[in-house]
């Protein structure tokens, strides 16, 4: 089965083409983050219309690079939520006039499941089961997942998520937009030493994580020194230090609970440089396996919507194909079903 994917929740379209049997054939992304950037942040009208704009474009490519025609494609799968609603609208819009045209399924994908089983396109993907650690601008969770459709909440964050922290902290830096990027890159200048700040609930006894007090602190520090560029560096470095110990800490701990020995780790903070060394330093000396995505699918992309929707549809396969405009901004990943 040839699936269609499109991801159009927030400030990136991307378009890829998988296959059931071939695996992943072509993928495109177009990021806003320029556009953006004027701004410091997401402007949801800016985005939505940004898609329409760069979605067509992008399709035809992914079907030129892969050498097909739109006749070739069994099934679409698009993201359908969470996000910002004008933008998800546009690719729903589009995945499903498209579907009727072709005579084809659809499927609306959670955006969470694709960041969550974006590491089974690498060449050695982990098996169920598996602990995951979502973490991104807008989550940072922990799941138990045996299975596609099977997710148990291990933890949760209980204000910001980690990637929230990360972009205030930039903006408390005055560092440009995406603020986490910017923050890892400072951080790389910074002293050891010069600052200690706090690891809200690292010792809490369980899986859930707070962010807003380590946020919080960073402005006490801001306003008590004066910001040159060696200050700047020096709280970036610490920064990161304290939020990638609590997030590997409560990997581990959610490891220990589960009695399970394969972690993944996927969403835009999974990219962090620092966070994968702490995470490759402990799971190694636990016997444990850690599993990324490549660093381009770590952030918003097709490629992990059309693995998602492949293996929904394909459980699907034989069935009348159905139609629906409906887009679900807001969308726990608790409410996923196992496909039947």
């Not at 979605?55 to 996000?83: C, F, M, R």
């Not at 050695?124 to 995951?132: D, K, M, T, Y």
């Not at 060696?230 to 609590?246: L, M, P, R, S, V």
Request: net charge negative; charged share 20%.
């Amino acid at each position: 089965m040839l699936v269609l994917g499109i991801e159009s929740s927030c400030d990136e379209t991307g378009i890829a083409l998988y296959d059931t049997e071939r695996g992943l054939l072509a993928h495109a992304l177009h990021s806003q983050i320029e556009m953006h950037s004027e701004y410091g942040g997401v402007v949801p009208e800016l985005a939505s219309r940004d898609h329409i704009r760069r979605a067509l474009p992008l399709i035809q490519k992914v079907l030129n690079d892969a050498k097909l025609e739109l006749s070739d494609i069994n099934g679409i799968a698009y993201t359908q939520g969470p996000g910002l609603s004008g933008a998800l609208l546009v690719g729903t819009s589009i995945a499903e006039s498209l579907a009727f045209t072709l005579n084809v399924p659809t499927i609306g994908v959670h955006h969470l499941e694709g960041h969550l089983l974006a590491p089974l396109l690498e060449e050695n993907p982990p098996q169920f089961p598996f602990v995951a650690l979502l973490v991104s601008g807008g989550h940072t969770q922990l799941m138990k997942v045996t299975g596609i459709g099977e997710y148990v909440l291990l933890g949760d964050t209980l204000d910001d998520a980690a990637g929230e922290a990360f972009d205030k902290t930039a903006k408390l830096l005055g560092l440009d937009y995406p603020g986490g990027p910017a923050v890892s890159k400072l951080a790389n200048q910074g002293k050891k030493g010069r600052f200690k700040l706090p690891r809200p609930m690292l010792n809490s006894g369980d899986l859930n994580f707070s962010f807003s007090g380590l946020k919080t602190a960073v402005l006490t520090l801001a306003n008590q020194n004066e910001l040159d560029l060696q200050t700047k560096a020096d709280i970036a470095y610490e920064f990161q230090e304290a939020a990638t110990e609590i997030l590997t800490t409560k990997c581990m701990f959610a490891l220990r609970e589960t009695g399970l020995d394969n972690l993944i780790v996927s969403g835009g903070v999974g990219a962090n440089k620092r966070l994968r060394e702490q995470l490759n330093f402990a799971t190694k000396r636990k016997l444990c396996h850690v599993h990324y995505p490549r660093l381009e699918f770590c952030t918003d992309n097709g490629a992990m919507i059309a693995y998602a929707g492949a293996m929904r549809l394909k459980a699907l396969e034989g069935t009348q194909p159905s139609h629906s405009f409906t887009v679900r901004p807001r969308w726990d990943l608790a409410e996923l079903q196992k496909p039947q």
